[in-house]
Nanobody, 123 residues
């Protein structure tokens, strides 16, 4: 069992930055690849970023590549999402999730989820 807690969301103006954190319980955090997803009102949950267990591999949605960066500190059981040059269309609830199997692009490949943190970008 893994429990995930996100933090760091908030209200920011377009062009600004935020850093989200996701802290996991348990001693096996480094075994889990992790993903970030987001869900805007009235829309389906969508993939944002993925990072392997040792942090050596990362993947991003086209919409955030070159603006967002995912990294992790396994000693702190924490994965981060650094979001720069934020746009109003980045407004959503952001979730971190622990990868189980399958395609990292799909939410069904993840078996543990955090509660989400709201990010609102004003124009």
């Amino acid at each position: 069992q893994v429990q995930l807690v996100e933090s760091g969301g908030g209200l920011v103006q377009a062009g600004g930055s935020l850093r989200l954190s996701c802290t996991a319980s348990g001693r096996t955090f480094s075994r889990y690849a992790m993903g970030w997803f987001r869900q805007a009102p009235g829309k389906e949950r969508e993939f944002v970023a993925f990072i392997s267990g040792n942090g050596g591999s990362t993947y991003y949605a086209d919409s955030v590549r070159a603006r967002f960066a995912v990294f992790r500190d396994n000693a702190k059981n924490t994965v981060y999402l650094q979001m720069n040059s934020l746009k109003p269309e980045d407004t959503a609830v952001y979730y971190c999730a622990a990868f189980k199997s399958g395609s990292y692009l799909t939410s069904t490949a993840y078996n543990y989820w955090g509660q989400g943190t709201q990010v609102t970008v004003s124009s």
